[in-house]
């Protein structure tokens, strides 16, 4: 995304000669305001758009990237030792939303910083795909599980609640993907960009 906004990544070599500066962003976008989103607006400055602000949304969103393995793992260790109770899934709950939404925000940020630099890649679209296949997965399985412990999900002649819930969870997710997120995605990952680099690269070689 940097490449498609103009900000160049240095490398290690020529951050000596750039005040161990990571990245370079062009003079046209320094300075530029980044408005705060909701809820962080709250309680945070808005941002102007520099070295610094860029390494902490950058910072934001990679985060979930080490705390997601760290609390599987966790989890993982809770299931064995058969000490998964309530206050952890509650408590793993909510530290995960918690860097999910950090992690979203940030990205929503630095897409409304760039909006008109990324309009032609459909950045939005690409974001909203994505995270949308996550978003109804995650939360389903969630209000699933609450209406499971609540019975209304409940267990029938051949199967358990849990195996209820799980059958109810893998049939909306097919519905989702087949009649929604499909159609979506053909046109927030058109195939129309690949096929002229190939004619490109067939002209080349022809020559």
Excluded at 13 to 31: E, F, H, L, M, W
Excluded at 58 to 78: D, E, N
Excluded at 116 to 140: D, N, P, S
Aim: aromatic share 16%.
């Amino acid at each position: 995304m940097y490449s498609m906004v103009g900000i160049e990544e240095i490398s290690n070599d020529k951050k000596k000669t750039d005040d161990n500066a990571s990245i370079k962003i062009p003079k046209k976008i320094q300075g530029r305001h980044i408005h705060q989103t909701f809820p962080l607006n709250y309680f945070m400055k808005d941002f102007e758009l520099d070295v610094k602000t860029i390494n902490t949304l950058q910072f934001w969103t990679t985060q979930f990237v080490y705390i997601r393995p760290v609390i599987s793992i966790f989890c993982l260790y809770l299931c064995i030792t058969d000490k998964y109770t309530n206050f952890w899934y509650w408590t793993i709950t909510i530290i995960l939303n918690l860097s999910i939404t950090l992690a979203v925000t940030a990205l929503i940020m630095f897409y409304h910083a760039f909006e008109h630099e990324l309009a032609e890649h459909r950045a939005l679209a690409k974001f909203l795909c994505i995270k949308g296949v996550v978003f109804f997965a995650f939360w389903q399985g969630i209000i699933l599980q609450v209406l499971e412990h609540y019975e209304i999900v409940h267990a029938d002649r051949w199967y358990t609640e849990e195996q209820v819930a799980e059958a109810i969870q893998n049939l909306l997710v097919c519905i989702e993907m087949g009649l929604l997120f499909a159609p979506v995605h053909s046109y927030a990952f058109p195939y129309s960009p690949y096929e002229e680099q190939k004619k490109k690269n067939d002209k080349k070689k022809d020559k």
